[in-house]
Each structure stands twice: as C-alpha cells, then as structure tokens.
C-alpha cells in the first residue's frame, strides 16, 4: 500500500541535541511538506520542497533543518536552536506542485527531557 | 496574510446533524479543504470546494461563498467516532512566492455526546 512513513512515533531530546525525525513517502509525489501542530493552534508549515535538491523556509524555519536528496525522503533536524521544540510533527506530500491535496503521515510526538 | 477563523469547540448529540463553520480573509483565494483528525493521528481529507456551492459526500456535506468568505461542513447522522477535530484550510496564491499555499485554520474539536 502507497502511503507516508513517519519514525519515529515518539523522540525525546536532552538539551543541546539535535535530533532528526524520517519521512518517507512511495507514493510518487513531488512535494513534500513539514508542519508542527502545538494544542489549540493550527497546522504551521516548517519546510516545503517541490523537488530534489530544492525546498523552501515556511512559517516557522528557524531552529529547523531539512534535505530532499531523494524524491521519496525529506527528514527534518530539530537543532539546539529551536528553544520550544515539544510539539507534534507531521509529513505530508501532494502529487504535484504546493497548495494540493495533502496526504499526511501519521506524525511523530516530540518531548523535552 | 491570511485570517481563518473557526470555533473552538462544538458539542453534538448523536445521530443530529452539526454545521462547523469557517470564515477567512484572503487576497489570493483558490480552494477551500476540510481535514479530520482524529486525536494523535494524521489528518485525512475530507473535501475541496473551489466554487460557490454544496458538495455532498455521503453524511458529510461542505458549501463555500466565496463573496462571503465563508465555508461550512455539515456532518449528518453523527457517530461516536465522528468526535474529532476538524480543520479548515485555505489555498491561495501568494505573489511572493510565487506559489500556492495552504494556511490552516486552529481547528474545531467536536465531541459527540450519547
């Protein structure tokens, strides 16, 4: 079954760390996306690519990193400058350019030790 | 920028029909979607209104005016499992960057009382 990969399902990180959550994705899609949900907010975008070795800053990018080396991976970093990173993170990706049909993975919780 | 507004919360009883509305403010506008989401899980798609009117998915209906900058999606029939939050979001185009963009809304959290 095509769909959208995300690990792990829970991270923990210690203070000064950096810590990298996975996407992948089969289901052939160009675009794919980074967003952070924190309660009673909406869904804030981090990081979009529309292609390999492209992406683009959303909203919220500083403290975060991403990279697009393959069309089905778009893992992002959550640097030691991000100083509130608990939150819930979810991977999306559409088939084609922005502003399409999101698909969505099914997230990863991160929490502050 | 863009404005999108949705109550907070909402509480229905089941088996009655509830309407989540949406208002936003946007320059560029170009489509309308509704998510679910059910709590710690992935959002899944619901519907996408680009034109004035009503589009009826079985118990789940959306209706856009785009002159009103308004949307509302109608759950009919409701089931326990319908308790969930419901997002809208909203596609436009921004010049700037010279691409379409969704902005999503808080979310409404609908809780489906016996």
């Known amino acids: 079954d095509g769909g959208i990969t995300q690990s792990p399902k829970y991270l923990f990180r210690k203070e000064g760390q950096n810590v990298t959550l996975s996407c992948e994705q089969n289901?052939?899609?160009?675009?794919m996306y980074w967003y952070r949900q924190d309660p009673g907010q909406g869904l804030r975008l981090i990081y979009y690519s529309q292609i390999v070795n492209d992406f683009q800053k959303g909203d919220i990018a500083e403290g975060y990193s991403v990279s697009r080396e393959k069309k089905e991976s778009f893992p992002l970093t959550v640097t030691s400058a991000q100083k509130n990173p608990t939150a819930f993170y979810l991977c999306?990706?559409?088939?084609?350019?922005?502003?399409?049909?999101?698909?969505f993975g099914s997230g990863t919780q991160l929490s502050v030790l | 920028g863009q404005n999108i507004d949705q109550p907070t919360e909402m509480t229905a009883t089941e088996g009655a029909i509830v309407q989540i509305n949406c208002t936003y403010q946007?320059?560029?506008?170009?489509?309308l979607f509704w998510y679910q989401q059910h709590a710690g899980e992935a959002p899944t798609f619901l519907s996408y209104?680009?034109?004035?009117g009503l589009e009826e998915k079985g118990r789940f209906s959306s209706f856009l005016s785009r002159s009103k900058g308004y949307s509302y999606l109608l759950l009919k029939e409701l089931q326990m499992k319908d308790s969930a939050s419901y997002l809208c979001?909203?596609?436009?185009?921004?010049?700037?960057?010279?691409?379409?963009?969704?902005?999503f809304g808080k979310g409404t959290k609908l809780s489906v009382i016996p």
């Open positions: 209104n680009v034109l004035d």
């Open positions: 946007t320059s560029g506008f170009n489509g």
């Open positions: 979001a909203v596609r436009d185009y921004g010049s700037g960057a010279g691409s379409y963009q969704l902005t």
């Open positions: 289901l052939n899609h160009d675009a």
């Open positions: 999306a990706s559409s088939i084609g350019r922005t502003g399409e049909k999101l698909f």
